[in-house]
């Protein structure tokens, strides 16, 4: 065990104990953060397979603490004997752990079952992929980024749309272009772009990684980050950008707002208070020629000490299969499988039950589809959550007021995702 999470085992004892004293056994129990309604939604799916498989006692129980209570419940079933058999894992963390050895190899049960693991977006697979080749995790929930656009917006000013071919500089021209001052007076009414969570990527766009390779220090270091983050800098300092798109009454429903780089399911919740038409296209490649998006979600792992893996395998093989899959789409809890999705998106979408009424509305769907394909996993370190709220969070704040230039603020972060990195070991 390494000395990390020897530390996290020690400070999670009193926990340990807790959770050696629960109520009673299960055949297979698996934990989840998730709850209320939305744990009730999930309940139905899970109770699908329990129609289907009666012989198999499930105990299917949402921890405390969120996220980070599922990992502790893990740290502690691989140390303390605790009787958890799968988790629903974190993208925070999951990388982290399966470098730790938490979670069993799931490869060995798809090729002995014949399991289609080409039904799911490749990027998907790859962020659970192992070193040694073993897949570690099948995915619940998955997000991804594509470009909404204002179709009307576009009209109005005679600009062509949106397409696959664009790059970031062909969104950043538009974008300069559709800021609109109508009375002069230097603050825009109308606004090009609103980019959601870019600075949780945009490095990534330029074709660098927030660690090097073996997890041991900043991916910063490389001078293409300076790239990036200079140009995030100066986009936002154009006076271009928007905030509050994803709000009832934000600029992307009052019709002030002509591009929206962001989450798909977010696109299609403020559709409702939408009236003006709009459209999706795959989110614009990067410098280096390639496209990629910011990738987060929820998976189904295994863990090692499982009791039961044999039957947690044939759990997650439901869950992970397009009718389970397509079940959790019609609730909103996930699903990314590609059969599944184009059944939900192509075959039996009905725009009006989002309050879609325009005709003319998201008739691109297959790239709510597409867009999945291009989406994967950073290599996070442990504790990326620290990372991303005190070390990227506070500089991309000071790019975007333009209190300093990139070539500065990024290797001054690098040293400190150096220092968390050596911290964690």
Known sequence: MNSRLFRTVVCLSALALLSLTAAQAQDLRY????????KALEDEVVDMFRAQRPEISIAFDTVGGGVNGVREQVVLSLVAGTDV????????????????GAFLDLRPFMERDGFDIDAFPKGVIDSYTGQDGGIYALPQQWTTILLAYNKNYFDRYGIAHPDDTWD????????????????????????????????????????????????????????????????????????????????????????????????????????????DSWDVAMHPYGPNGERVARAAGAQWAILSTSDNPEQAWELIKFLASAEAQYEFLVRGRGGVHREAMIRYWLDEFDPTTSGITDSSTLLNRMVMVNAYEYASLDRLPAGYATILTQIIRPMSAKLRNGEAP????????????????????
Not at 31 to 38: F, R
Not at 85 to 100: P, R, Y
Not at 225 to 253: E, I, M
Request: negative net charge.
């Open 31 to 38: 934990i989840t953060w998730v709850g209320g309604s939305s």
């Open 168 to 275: 970031i500089f062909d969104m950043e021209t538009a974008a300069r272009t559709l800021t609109i001052d109508a009375d002069g007076d230097g603050a825009a009414e109308s606004h090009g772009l609103f980019a959601q969570s870019l600075d949780e990527y945009v490095w990534r766009l330029w074709g660098t990684s927030l660690t090097n390779e073996d997890v041991t220090g900043s991916g910063w270091h490389d001078p293409r980050a300076v790239d990036a983050w200079q140009w995030y800098g100066d986009l936002y300092q154009s006076g271009v950008t928007t905030s509050g798109a994803n709000q009832q009454s934000g600029p992307w429903v009052t019709g002030s707002l002509s591009m929206w780089l962001g989450w798909p399911h977010q696109h299609v919740e403020v559709a409702r208070w939408m009236t």
């Open 406 to 425: 990139a070539a500065s603020l990024v290797p001054e972060a690098a040293r400190l995702i150096d220092a968390h990195i050596a911290g964690q070991d």
């Open 85 to 100: 058999d799968i988790a629903l894992t974190h993208s925070d963390w999951v990388g982290d752990l399966i470098k730790q």
